[in-house]
């Protein structure tokens, strides 16, 4: 405040002639300030969230102010931030990271492994049937050589199976498809009466299969129509109301009055 002496002067002068002057101001006036900014910072923990708040304190050039009113302006400017932060404790702990649905849960993990696909009873696709019914087959013509008491020749036609197999897992075009090479050898080995019986067995299988396929559809069609008319007879009887033997119907065309 040195270098302007004659600022105090005239200050203090104005103060002693001004009528409104009052010692208290006085005591708690401040000079000419320069002007100065203050930032803070203060952490709180609340309920396993932290909160940092700055604050960002500036005070301007104020002429007789007393302390109360400076202490409001300057909280009038305060700026405060709030930044919510995870709580952090001593040990590193690494978060367990959960894929979406359908994504594999490691790396050499398949989804189609994981999830199986919905399996019909019944099937509607010729290859599949054919494949099914193929196999019925060799179970009827291994049970055949059974009654026949043939060990020697049942297990020799399981080998000659299972070799089929193997060769058309190997690629090998000459057992491919499987079905026609495993007839081709199995049928020279096991004969001709052994495998048109077997065929016979077979029809007779599916034709019965069939059978009862229709009779469980018919029974379920069955079923859902009863279900159907005694819905709607409960319906037609809560629409009749009371169970008296006047006819609304009647009366709205003879232009008689409904019963009260």
Same mark, same amino acid.
């Not at 065929?199 to 077979?202: C, F, S, V």
């Given at each position: 405040m040195s270098s302007f002496? $004659?600022?105090k002067d005239c200050i203090k002068s104005s103060a002693r002639n001004s009528d409104s002057y009052n010692p208290a101001s006085r005591r708690g006036s401040s000079q000419v300030s320069v002007k100065e900014e203050k930032r803070t910072c203060s952490v709180e923990t609340n309920g396993g969230t932290q909160t940092v708040r700055i604050y960002k304190q500036s005070s301007q050039n104020m002429k007789f102010t007393s302390p109360s009113v400076? !202490?409001? +302006? &300057?909280?009038? +400017?305060? *700026? /405060? &931030? /709030? *930044?919510r932060l995870p709580e952090c404790n001593s040990s590193t702990v690494t978060p367990h990271i959960v894929p979406p649905d359908g994504l594999p849960q490691h790396v050499g993990d398949n989804p189609s492994r994981r999830v199986a696909a919905p399996v019909s009873p019944y099937t509607d696709s010729p290859v599949t049937q054919e494949r099914e !019914?193929?196999?019925i087959f060799i179970k009827i013509l291994f049970r055949i050589l059974d009654d026949a008491e043939e060990p020697h020749t049942k297990r020799k036609a399981k080998q000659i199976v299972l070799e089929c197999r193997r060769? !058309?897992?190997q690629g090998d075009p000459l057992y491919h498809p499987l079905m026609d090479a495993v007839e081709s050898r199995l049928r +020279?080995? *096991?004969?001709?009466?052994s495998w048109r019986r077997a $065929? =016979? %067995? =077979?029809n007779h299988y599916i034709s019965t299969r069939r059978q009862a396929r229709n009779n469980q559809n018919a029974r379920k069609n069955q079923n859902a129509r009863k279900n159907q !008319?005694? /819905?709607q007879s409960e319906a037609n009887s809560n629409v009749g109301g009371s169970s008296s /033997? %006047?006819?609304?119907r009647q009366a709205l065309t003879t232009g008689d009055r409904l019963p009260r």
């Open positions: 002496p $004659h600022t400076e !202490n409001a +302006r &300057i909280a009038m +400017r305060e *700026v /405060s &931030i /709030s *930044v !019914n193929f196999l060769k !058309n897992q +020279r080995f *096991v004969g001709e009466a $065929h =016979l %067995y =077979l !008319n005694a /819905s /033997s %006047y006819d609304a």
